[in-house]
Structures are given as structure tokens and as C-alpha cells.
T-cell receptor
Framework: GAVVSQHPSRVICKSGTSVKIECRSL??????MFWYRQFPKQSLMLMAT?????????EQGVEKDKFLINHASLTLSTLTVTSAHPEDSSFYIC????????????FGPGTRLTVT | AQKVTQAQTEISVVEKEDVTLDCVYE???????LFWYKQPPSGELVFLIR??????QNEISGRYSWNFQKSTSSFNFTITASQVVDSAVYFC????????????FGQGTRLTINP
């Protein structure tokens, strides 16, 4: 149990376009989902925390107008990178926290974004 | 503010050697969680352990063991009789117990086990 999926696993887009990444909890309900960014050979940096039905809370330095997060249901959160630039190329990872007893975070497999 | 430091950027050992990955943390919270994750080349994070701050017992799981010492704010991870499949990047992380429970990750240690 406790599986989190991400789609797509890899995406290449051109500068100036927008790309949407989906994060789904497949077998549990997640009141909270987290989005992380990981540059090559670096650590995971939290970008934002999203709670179902409310606005996401962004970490300092993360542009909320550029990284749009929507957590419309207890099983789906989306991250849209708007007007992507090459410096947005990174590995994006989501995690979901189960809403019931456990406060464990379950991680998705990640999405590798390349902006050309 | 919370901070996790993994001073070892890269470690390379020969198979069957024991290896210890260091983790030192900083927090003002009296209760907190500590974690270790493994990230193989595929990129997916694999959960290894979560430890509550009030539980200082060491833990062993097969070839893996963890040494938690609150007095030195350390949560070290030892792999005994290492195997090539243990090659990965290992992250230590810290989270608050209350609130959003955001994870703060260390810089990671890239472990290479050579045959």
C-alpha cells in the first residue's frame, strides 16, 4: 500500500511553454502533499506544501506565480511550471501524507523536466 | 531553524566492508522525527527508517543499523557487509512533529560499493 505516482516521468519542453506534472496517491487519501525540486547531485529542496482544497504554502524564494500548485482532491495534486526556462530543468518529486493515522510521507518516483 | 548536515559527500568502499554514514542535525524543537532515505540511480526515494526524538534506542534491520545520540545531535547509519546494490545516495532528514511536518534534508552522501 501507500503508493504515490507521478506523471509524466520525463518531459522535455521548449522555453516559454508551460508543463503540468501530476502527483497521485493511488491507495490512500492525502490531505497534504509536498513538492520538492532536486538539481543534479544536490539535495531535495521543499518548494511548497499543498493541502486539499486550500492554497499552497510556498517556501521562501519559490515564485508562486511560476510554480502553480493545485490540490483539488484528496488523491491529486498538480504542479504547473509556467513559462519554463532552461534553469527550471530539474527533478521534481512529490510526496503525500496520509490523512488517517500515519504521518508518514510517501514519495513519488519523480519527474525529470528538461527545458530546451 | 532546522538543519541537517551530512559531511561526507562521497564514500567509496569495497564490497563486504562496513560503512558508516554520518548525520548531524540542529533543531530547537524538543520533539522531532529523524529519517534516512535511499535514492538509487532511478531517482525514487526509498524510505529506510523514522525515529522519534524520545526514542534513543539503536535499531538494527538486517545489515542496516542506526545509532541515535541525542547528546551529540547525531543519527548515524551503518551498513554492515556492504553489497554493490547498496550503491546509492543516502539522505538524512529531520521533521517537526507538529504542524506541516515538513522534511529538511541533508546534502546527501553518495555511496559507491565496488566489487
Amino acid at each position: 500500500g501507500a503508493v504515490v505516482s507521478q506523471h509524466p516521468s520525463r518531459v522535455i519542453c521548449k522555453s516559454g511553454t508551460s508543463v503540468k506534472i501530476e502527483c497521485r496517491s493511488l491507495d490512500f487519501q492525502a490531505t497534504t502533499m509536498f513538492w520538492y525540486r532536486q538539481f543534479p547531485k544536490q539535495s531535495l529542496m521543499l518548494m511548497a506544501t499543498s493541502n486539499e482544497g486550500s492554497k499552497a504554502t510556498y517556501e521562501q524564494g519559490v515564485e508562486k506565480d511560476k510554480f502553480l500548485i493545485n490540490h483539488a482532491s484528496l488523491t491529486l495534486s498538480t504542479l504547473t511550471v509556467t513559462s519554463a526556462h532552461p534553469e527550471d530543468s530539474s527533478f521534481y518529486i512529490c510526496s503525500a501524507r496520509e490523512s488517517s493515522v500515519s504521518y508518514e510521507q510517501y514519495f513519488g518516483p519523480g519527474t525529470r523536466l528538461t527545458v530546451t | 531553524a532546522q538543519k541537517v548536515t551530512q559531511a561526507q559527500t562521497e564514500i567509496s568502499v569495497v564490497e563486504k566492508e562496513d560503512v558508516t554514514l554520518d548525520c548531524v542535525y540542529e533543531t530547537r524543537d524538543t520533539t522531532y522525527y529523524l529519517f534516512w532515505y535511499k535514492q538509487p540511480p532511478s531517482g525514487e526515494l526509498v524510505f529506510l527508517i523514522r525515529r522519534n526524538s524520545f526514542d534513543e534506542q539503536n535499531e538494527i534491520s538486517g545489515r542496516y543499523s542506526w545509532n541515535f545520540q541525542k547528546s551529540t545531535s547525531s543519527f548515524n547509519f551503518t551498513i554492515t557487509a556492504s553489497q554493490v546494490v547498496d550503491s546509492a545516495v543516502y539522505f538524512c532528514a529531520l521533521s517537526e512533529v507538529q504542524g506541516a511536518q515538513k522534511l529538511v534534508f541533508g546534502q546527501g552522501t553518495r555511496l559507491t560499493i565496488n566489487p
